[in-house]
C-alpha cells in the first residue's frame, strides 16, 4: 500500500508539473506581449486562457517528419529520455507524506541533470544537420561549463547546512532566509541556472540569428513538443530549488509557491529585457569570474563552518 500511495503521489506530482507548464507557456507569451507593447495570446477561450491546450493538439497533430540521413533510433528517443531526465529531477522535491525523501536528493539532482546534456548532444549529432550539431557543442559546453560553476556554489550551501538533503534547507532558515547570508552566491545561483537551462541572455543551443533553430531545428511535432516541455519543467524545478535554497524554502506555506511564481517570472523577464550575450564572454564569466569566486566563498565558508563549531565544542 505504501509503493501504491507513492505512485500515486508521483502520478499526481507529474499531472500538476504538466498542467504548470502549459501554463507557464501562456504566461511566458503573456508576459512578453505587455513587454513588446501587444496582448499575447487572447483569442482561444477567455483572455487566451486555452491557449496552452490549442498548441498542444496543434502540436502532436501535426506531421511528424524525420530527416532522411538522420539516425532514426537516436533521433527519436532523445526528446522523450530529454523529457523524461527532467520529470525524474522532481523526485528530489521534499514532501512529507507517503514520497520518496531520501538523504542524498542533491547528489541525485547533479545526476540527473549532467545526464540532461547528453540528450542535447544526441539530439543534435542523430539529425545529421549542420546547424543542428553546432547548436548541441554550444550547449554542451555551456552546460558543463555552467555545471561546474553550480556544484562549486551549492557546496558552500552543503558545508553550511552539513548536510546532503534537501529538506535541511527548510530547517536551516527558519529564522534566517540563507539569500542574506550568502547575497553574492545567491545571484550567482541564479545566473548559473538561466545558462543552465539554455535560457536568455545564455540561448546559444537556440540561436535563431546564426543557426535557424539549434539543436532542435529537424525536430517537428511530437519530438519539438517534447523539447520545449522539458525545458518548462527544468525552469519550474530550478526556480523551486532556489526558492529551497535561500528564499525560505517552507514547503508548508503558501508564500513558497508565490516566491517560486515570482522566480519563473524573473526568467520570463530576464528573457524580455536582456539581449543574448557573446558566447566567449559566457565562457569567460563561468571559467574566470563565477569558479574563482565560488571556491573564495566555499574556502570562507568552510572556515566560518569550522570557527562556529570550536566555539560550540
Known amino acids: 500500500m505504501d509503493l501504491l500511495?507513492?505512485?500515486?503521489?508521483?502520478?499526481?506530482?507529474?499531472?500538476?508539473?504538466?498542467?504548470?507548464?502549459?501554463?507557464?507557456?501562456l504566461l511566458e507569451r503573456k508576459l512578453l506581449?505587455?513587454?513588446?507593447?501587444?496582448?499575447?495570446?487572447?483569442?482561444?477561450?477567455?483572455?487566451g486562457i486555452l491557449q496552452p491546450f490549442s498548441d498542444a493538439i496543434k502540436l502532436f497533430s501535426k506531421e511528424q517528419m524525420f530527416p532522411l540521413m538522420s539516425n532514426y533510433s537516436i533521433f527519436f528517443l532523445s526528446p522523450m529520455f530529454s523529457l523524461l531526465?527532467?520529470?525524474?529531477?522532481?523526485l528530489s522535491f521534499p514532501m512529507y507524506m507517503g514520497f520518496l525523501s531520501f538523504n542524498f536528493s542533491v547528489l541525485f539532482f547533479f545526476s540527473v541533470s549532467s545526464l540532461g546534456v547528453y540528450m542535447i548532444m544526441m539530439s543534435?549529432?542523430?539529425?545529421?544537420?549542420?546547424?543542428?550539431?553546432?547548436?548541441?557543442?554550444?550547449?554542451?559546453?555551456?552546460?558543463?561549463?555552467?555545471e561546474v560553476s553550480?556544484?562549486?556554489?551549492?557546496?558552500?550551501?552543503?558545508?553550511?547546512?552539513?548536510?546532503?538533503?534537501?529538506?535541511?534547507?527548510?530547517?536551516?532558515?527558519?529564522?534566517?532566509?540563507?539569500?542574506?547570508?550568502?547575497?553574492?552566491?545567491?545571484?550567482?545561483?541564479?545566473?548559473?541556472?538561466?545558462?543552465?537551462?539554455n535560457r536568455t541572455p545564455f540561448d546559444f543551443a537556440e540561436g535563431e540569428s546564426e543557426l535557424v533553430s539549434g539543436f532542435n531545428i529537424e525536430y517537428s511535432s511530437g519530438g519539438f513538443a517534447l523539447i520545449f516541455l522539458a525545458e518548462y519543467s527544468s525552469i519550474m524545478f530550478m526556480s523551486m530549488l532556489s526558492?529551497?535554497?535561500?528564499?525560505?524554502?517552507?514547503?508548508?506555506?503558501?508564500?513558497?509557491?508565490?516566491?517560486?511564481?515570482f522566480l519563473i517570472f524573473f526568467w520570463v523577464w530576464v528573457r524580455g529585457t536582456l539581449p543574448r550575450f557573446?558566447?566567449?564572454?559566457?565562457?569567460?564569466?563561468?571559467?574566470k569570474?563565477?569558479?574563482p569566486v565560488s571556491l573564495n566563498f566555499l574556502m570562507f565558508n568552510l572556515g566560518l563552518k569550522c570557527f562556529i563549531l570550536t566555539l560550540m565544542f
Open 85 to 90: 531526465l527532467s520529470l525524474l529531477l522532481w
Open 278 to 287: 557573446r558566447y566567449d564572454k559566457l565562457m569567460y564569466l563561468s571559467w
Open 5 to 25: 500511495l507513492m505512485f500515486l503521489n508521483f502520478f499526481i506530482l507529474l499531472i500538476s508539473i504538466l498542467v504548470g507548464v502549459a501554463f507557464l507557456t
Open 243 to 261: 526558492v529551497l535554497m535561500f528564499l525560505g524554502g517552507n514547503i508548508n506555506s503558501f508564500f513558497f509557491y508565490i516566491k517560486v511564481v
Open 124 to 146: 543534435g549529432w542523430s539529425s545529421n544537420s549542420n546547424y543542428s550539431l553546432l547548436g548541441s557543442l554550444r550547449s554542451v559546453a555551456q552546460t558543463i561549463s555552467y
Open 33 to 47: 506581449g505587455y513587454i513588446q507593447i501587444r496582448k499575447g495570446p487572447n483569442k482561444v477561450g477567455y483572455l
Open 289 to 291: 569570474v563565477y569558479l
Open 150 to 197: 553550480l556544484f562549486t556554489i551549492m557546496l558552500s550551501y552543503l558545508i553550511l547546512i552539513s548536510s546532503l538533503n534537501l529538506f535541511d534547507f527548510m530547517n536551516f532558515q527558519k529564522f534566517l532566509w540563507l539569500l542574506f547570508l550568502t547575497f553574492p552566491l545567491s545571484f550567482m545561483w541564479l545566473v548559473s541556472s538561466l545558462a543552465e537551462t
